[in-house]
């Protein structure tokens, strides 16, 4: 049975790295049940009352088995993985938005580009060889950084990488004002945003519009007139946005100079994947930015509070654009 409380309890749908996360819930709502699906399952704990969910990656017609399901919160910013369910009910899809997640992302997307920038690859490569030896070394001023997806995430990094003295762009749907940036918007104006980009940083979320969007007819388009005479790939946005086979085919003919990948077509990344074996590929395993537990929770309490006060939820996904 569920632990009998006076409120509705909370169901955590959690695939990876449970650990603390229950926890991390318990502690930010002392005053109702916490039930893992997992939990639910070999128990057989029956989940009519549940009117929260947490998920990540949740199965396909996960939903239609919570008859009272009234709000449901993405353990992460993106929303993909939940909005492919067909079985989708029409209740508010609540993403996760926080300075701690932010921040976490901005340090990896800013690290990225410091490594190609300051040839930290090759600097590596000749420590192990015990090589001293300075290669060339343009200034941040001399890079333009395009940033695709100027939401939450890309702005946070805009305004770091400009503060270094990169020259940024951006490009989302819709046109912004931000100091220091430079602003692209819709079909419209991609080429020009893509002919203006030494590197380029994808932070966009995975809808049917940018499925495939990071593909060879898209990186030919980059400028090959900066510092590295061919430009570099940053994605951290999703794996399901690259078209691998390209970027490898692109690495490999000097179409681009280098790449920083976080997310994957398929992850975790297949052993045989080519992508392993370049020397300026930098793989991480979907950890840019991960979503801290207490965080998390925190966020989740907080959006549980404003909805049983009669206040509007935050960070609401607009169902229609599928992000
Ligand atoms: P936001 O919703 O705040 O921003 C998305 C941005 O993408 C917006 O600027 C939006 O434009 C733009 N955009 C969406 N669709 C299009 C399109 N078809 N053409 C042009 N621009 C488009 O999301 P976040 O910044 O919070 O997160 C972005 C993504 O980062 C997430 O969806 C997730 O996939 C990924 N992510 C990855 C993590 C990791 O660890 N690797 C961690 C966290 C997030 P507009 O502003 O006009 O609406
Ligand atoms: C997210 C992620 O969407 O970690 O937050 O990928």
């Known amino acids: 049975m569920i632990k009998a409380t006076e409120h509705p309890p909370v169901l955590l749908d959690i695939k990876w790295d449970i650990v603390g996360k229950?926890?991390?819930?318990?502690?930010?709502?002392?005053?109702?049940?916490?039930?893992?699906?997992?939990?639910?399952?070999?128990?057989?704990?029956?989940?009519?009352?549940?009117?929260?969910?947490?998920?990540?990656?949740?199965?396909?017609?996960?939903?239609?088995?919570?008859?009272?399901?009234?709000?449901?919160?993405?353990?992460?910013?993106?929303?993909?993985?939940?909005?492919?369910?067909?079985?989708?009910?029409?209740?508010?899809?609540?993403?996760?938005?926080?300075?701690?997640?932010?921040?976490?992302?901005?340090?990896?997307?800013?690290?990225?580009?410091?490594?190609?920038?300051?040839?930290?690859?090759?600097?590596?490569?000749?420590?192990?060889?015990?090589?001293?030896?300075?290669?060339p070394q343009p200034a941040a001023h001399q890079f333009r950084v395009g940033i695709m997806g100027l939401g939450t995430l890309g702005q946070a990094c805009a305004k770091v990488l400009a503060a270094l003295g990169f020259q940024v762009n951006g490009w989302a749907r819709t046109a912004k004002t931000m100091d220091g940036v430079t602003s692209f918007a819709g079909q419209d104006q991609l080429d020009g945003f893509l002919s203006h980009t030494d590197i380029l940083v994808n932070l966009l979320p995975l809808t049917e519009d940018t499925r495939g969007i990071l593909s060879r007819p898209l990186l030919e388009k980059l400028a090959r007139n900066g510092p590295f005479k061919a430009p570099v790939l940053i994605n951290a946005g999703r794996g399901g946005s690259q078209v691998e086979a390209d970027i490898v085919s692109c690495l490999q003919d000097g179409t681009l100079f280098g790449a920083s990948l976080d997310v994957f077509e398929t992850e975790p990344l297949p052993k045989e994947s080519p992508l392993w074996g370049f020397d300026n590929v930098i793989i991480t395993p979907h950890m840019a930015a991960v979503s801290d537990p207490a965080a998390l929770a925190r966020h989740v309490a907080k959006q549980i509070s404003r909805y049983e006060n009669g206040q509007p939820l935050e960070h609401v996904v607009d169902r229609s654009r599928g992000y």
């Open 22 to 135: 229950k926890e991390a819930f318990e502690a930010a709502l002392p005053d109702r049940a916490i039930v893992l699906l997992d939990e639910a399952r070999t128990q057989n704990l029956a989940l009519d009352d549940v009117r929260y969910a947490v998920v990540w990656q949740p199965e396909p017609g996960l939903f239609a088995s919570l008859p009272s399901l009234e709000v449901i919160f993405s353990l992460g910013a993106g929303v993909d993985h939940v909005v492919r369910d067909p079985q989708l009910p029409d209740v508010p899809l609540v993403r996760f938005v926080d300075s701690d997640l932010t921040g976490r992302m901005v340090e990896w997307v800013v690290l990225q580009v410091l490594m190609h920038q300051r040839r930290q690859r090759t600097y590596d490569r000749q420590q192990r060889e015990r090589n001293w030896h300075e290669v």
